[in-house]
């Protein structure tokens, strides 16, 4: 990490694990996120307030145009995860991952994921998750990483567990879920190994 400013640090578009690749939106993009958000939909929509119903392939494009820009101004740090190929290239859009909601001043960061339905239980987002911490702290100079979901979503919270996240607590009525009832939130973390 050469500065303290967001702006001047080498974030990489691409990083690459075994089985998984994580890559910075690109403009074009939209389209195929379109497909697979629809593709998705049921399976999501208990979970996140965005995936309420399938985007159009114009709306994807924006919100893929979106993602590129905030990650180029360092706001939020959105890839999208693709099954690596035996050529080491993208293969399928499996869903989506990356850092959010960061503090720079005090290097925090939440991991967040979403999956299709028909590749989860994989360990492809156990791969991304792996992905995305080394890159917050050997590249970003993390202090703490967290991960927040609600607390009846067992599926992520058994991700967080597995990738050595502690469960620090539950937020009670913490947020609203995405039926609009006040929801439990779980606040797992990990902090920078010294």
């Known amino acids: 990490m050469s500065s303290d400013d967001p702006l001047l640090i080498d974030v990489p578009p691409l990083l690459a694990g075994e089985q998984v690749l994580l ?3 690109q403009a074009g993009g939209g389209a195929e996120l379109a497909v697979v958000v629809a593709q998705s939909v049921a399976h999501l929509r208990p ?30 740090l959105s890839y999208q995860l ?10 399928r859009l499996l869903g989506g991952c990356g850092l959010h909601r960061i503090d720079w001043a005090v290097r925090r960061f939440e991991i967040g994921y979403w999956i299709r339905p028909e590749a989860a239980g994989r360990g492809h987002v156990t791969a991304a998750v792996g992905l995305l911490q080394r890159l917050a702290f050997d590249t970003l100079g ?3 990483l967290e991960i927040r979901c609600d607390a009846r979503n067992l ?9 050595g996240f502690e469960l620090e607590g539950i937020l009670r009525l913490h947020s ?7 929801r439990d939130t779980c606040v797992y973390a990990r902090l920078r190994p010294v």
Do not use: N
Not at 47 to 75: G, K, N
Not at 155 to 163: F, G, K, N, P
């Open 142 to 144: 993390a202090r703490r």
């Open 47 to 76: 979970w996140m307030i965005w995936a309420q119903q399938a985007p159009t392939a114009e709306s994807a494009e924006l919100v893929v145009r979106r993602m590129h820009a905030d990650f180029l101004a360092r706001r939020d």
């Open 23 to 25: 890559q910075m939106p």
């Open 176 to 182: 609203l879920g995405v039926d609009g009832m006040p």
């Open 155 to 163: 599926r992520s919270r058994a991700v967080a567990e597995r990738c």
């Open 82 to 91: 693709y099954a690596r190929r035996e050529d080491g290239r993208p293969g």
